[in-house]
């Protein structure tokens, strides 16, 4: 007995792993959050196969730093911690030989034959005469409740195969997101062993409600992202754009929650696209319904050791779009804005947005883009004076970080690029470039310039009076050319004011500024009779219009720049 | 007999349909737009269209139960049209010699809209029954877009039929 307490208070002074000066509190420290009424929840915890940080959320530990302590030496000091109890219990029955072993022996018989679990590998009882041995337990097993999440994955050899996959992919980023989808078989291994925690702490008369543990995803990242931090050399912060996901998946274990389904259900929809129906979501929502006696009929508490560990799945980055904006002349009067393809057959060469997206698509590296503008116009108008409004989201981009002079750059070069469209004021801007376009298109006057001929001959002063009409009302109807596509309905749209320029007796131009969404080549011509009034019946003749420009779209967003 | 072609109008086809049920010389004009709606309009040829006529009543209760001004459409595809078929009738119109014609969609498809303009102002009708005087909208189904005209004539076939008649009279 003299030899045990010796060779305890040996074991006492060795130094900590917290790299202590080797005082009692250091080696301790670890475990210093334990306190008695733990130590049956250690014992029952770690006899049926829960790794040391599973049994540290069970016992309600907050402290980041311990969980980040090396595998080994978390669970030598669980040991350690439990032995220390059986220690005080020898001194108190000294007669006894062996009493730790003897009691976890009794509790091993009532699992399963001998000391061989399921998992194949033999279970190292730590006995006081042995601590060596039982400190180098050569097969982890895997554990019971993360089924390896906390264990494996939290060592450094996943850490650099994430960060490789990291840095291969070629992202630009300042800080990262961590995400991880965990499955859902973990959420019910975990209700099972709430519940047994929590039947073994009833027995101490205490109560152990379920936002009391630690969460398993809240303690995987203490562990990994400092790690990780450290290794890409860039901060973990929630909102960063930069997002690497890792999917875990343990397929020996995917038919425990199946038993859910019988008891509850009304959780679980039917599956689309051969997806399963065990969504993570859908379990927790059947967890909460379930009864604890019906749970505890389907699900083995405390839950079995599995064969083998989960699976990283898919380690994938993704980086949050960036927006640009500009504005953009068009000098052709045969450039769609978007592509026109029909049935698989393009129409016309290339458009308004593959001229702009090709060069920025290229400079970001970006996976795809959405285009949008203050408005468009026809495949035969052209766009003169500021330009158009622009916004072009570009998804997933490799780069992020332009200098307003390779903006101006990029600029150059699509204006290099093509003598079909021009474009002025690029730059970076924010996710909010999107509403701002969508304002322009409804509520900013436009002014244009339409080349009108009229069937009646025209002098100079029978024109004239279109000069003196202000906020002329139109009722315009959905014009024929579009009807196809768009609901039947009248429009009410102003004319603020026009000006017209006389070129002969058949011809003249007439420069207008509108109220946004008038149909102008309909005003012209009237789209039999369907917009009132229109030049024809404002002239009593009939007119028809050759040519149409944009001269301004009247918005001042996006800032202009020195171009 | 080519009038004046306004802006309008420069995206449609003429297709034509003559001597409707067989009454002589009712003949309409089918302006087809290249995104397939239809404009219904009455052919040079009409009585209506002659010298002399006045018109007294345009009148789109067809039946007891329906006019055609209480075609409702909602949406993009239309929907609450009237559906017609090609011997359906628009309207009915009344001149001052007694005679009485009915207008016929021709073809078949959802009423997206009839003219009221016509009600109001029954001259347009016949001064330019190409454009502000049309009759009635009509949407044809998808798949029948390029059929529908299966049973018109072209341009060309039409003035064929006009010569013929010409050469009978005299």
């Known amino acids: 007995m003299w030899l045990l307490l010796r060779r305890s208070r040996e074991t006492r002074y060795v130094p900590g792993v917290g790299g202590g000066s080797g005082f009692v509190e250091t080696e301790l420290s670890s475990m210093s959050s334990l306190t008695e009424k733990d130590r049956p929840i250690v014992q029952l915890l770690l006899n049926t196969g829960t790794c040391p940080r599973c049994i540290l959320r069970f016992c309600c530990v907050g402290s980041q730093t311990v969980y980040r302590h090396p595998y080994k030496d978390l669970m030598k000091d669980l040991k350690d911690f439990l032995k220390n109890n059986q220690e005080k219990e020898d001194m108190v029955c000294f007669d006894v030989v062996d009493p730790p072993c003897k009691r976890i022996r009794l509790e091993d018989t009532e699992e399963g034959p001998d000391d061989v679990k399921h998992n194949g590998t033999l279970q190292q009882i730590p006995s006081v005469n042995d601590e060596n041995t039982a400190m180098e337990n050569s097969a982890v097993e895997v554990c019971n409740v993360c089924l390896g999440i906390l264990q494996e994955f939290c060592e450094v050899d996943f850490v650099k195969k994430v960060c490789q996959k990291v840095n291969s992919a070629d992202y630009q980023f300042t800080s990262f997101v961590f995400s991880v989808s965990l499955p859902p078989q973990l959420s019910v291994r975990e209700r099972a062993a709430w519940l047994l925690v929590k039947q073994e702490m009833g027995k101490l008369g205490l109560s152990l409600a379920k936002d009391d543990i630690v969460q398993l995803k809240e303690a995987y990242k203490w562990i990994i992202h400092p790690q990780l931090s450290e290794e890409l050399g860039v901060p973990a912060d929630g909102k960063s754009l930069f997002e690497v996901s890792v999917v875990f998946a343990h397929p020996e274990t995917d038919e425990e929650c199946h038993f859910l389904a019988t008891a509850c259900p009304d959780c679980f929809k039917p599956a689309k696209n051969k997806q399963s129906v065990f969504t993570r979501m859908a379990v927790i929502k059947a967890l909460e319904k379930i009864k604890e006696e019906d749970f505890l009929k389907h699900f083995p508490c405390p839950p079995c050791s599995p064969k083998n560990l989960c699976v990283a799945l898919e380690i994938q980055c993704n980086n949050g779009a960036v927006f640009v904006a500009g504005r953009y002349n068009k000098y052709s009067r045969n450039l769609p804005q978007t592509p026109w393809i029909i049935d698989g057959e393009r129409k016309l060469e290339s458009s308004v947005e593959e001229l702009i997206s090709e060069h920025l698509m290229a400079a970001f590296k970006a996976d795809s883009f959405n285009f949008s503008s203050s408005g468009r116009e026809d495949v035969d108008v052209r766009t003169l004076g500021n330009g158009r409004p622009f916004a072009i989201e570009l998804v997933n981009p490799r780069r992020i970080h332009f200098t307003a002079e390779e903006m101006k750059g990029l600029q150059q070069t699509i204006n290099n690029s093509s003598d079909k469209i021009k474009v002025r004021d690029l730059q970076l801007v924010t996710r909010e470039a999107i509403g701002r376009m969508k304002e322009g298109e409804e509520e900013k006057t436009k002014t244009y310039s339409a080349l009108i001929w009229t069937d009646k001959a025209i002098q100079k002063e029978d024109i004239a009076f279109l000069d003196d009409i202000k906020e002329l009302k139109l009722d315009q109807k959905t014009p024929l050319r579009v009807l196809h596509r768009r609901p039947l309905a009248v429009r009410c749209r102003i004319i603020h004011t026009m000006k017209s320029e006389y070129i002969d007796e058949h011809h003249f131009r007439l420069h207008l500024k509108t109220q946004a969404g008038t149909y102008i080549k309909e005003f012209v011509h009237g789209d039999f009779g369907r917009t009132k009034p229109n030049v024809g019946s404002l002239l009593n003749s009939t007119a028809d219009i050759l040519e149409l420009d944009v001269e301004s779209v009247d918005v001042d967003w996006p800032p202009a720049l020195d171009n | ?170």
């Open chain 2, 1 to 170: 007999m080519a009038a004046v072609r306004g802006g309008a109008e420069r995206y449609f086809t003429r297709w034509y349909k003559p001597d409707v049920k067989g009454r002589p010389c009712e003949d309409f004009c089918v302006l087809q737009h290249s995104n397939r709606i239809c404009v219904i309009t009455l052919a040079e040829a009409h009585p209506l269209l002659q010298t002399g006529k006045t018109i007294t009543s345009i009148n789109y209760q067809i039946s007891a139960n329906c006019s055609r001004l209480q075609n409702k459409v909602s949406g993009k595809s239309k929907r609450g049209a009237q559906f017609l078929t090609e011997l359906a009738p628009l309207c009915r119109i009344s001149s001052s010699d007694g005679e009485e014609y009915t207008i016929y969609s021709c073809i078949r498809g959802r009423l997206i809209e009839v003219n009221e303009n016509i009600l109001s102002n029954p001259a347009i009708l016949q001064e330019k029954p190409s454009t502000e005087g049309y009759i009635a909208v009509v949407l044809p189904k998808f798949e029948e877009s390029k059929s529908i005209t299966q049973g018109l004539l072209t341009q060309k076939e039409y003035e064929e039929v006009l010569l013929k008649r010409l050469n009978s009279s005299s």
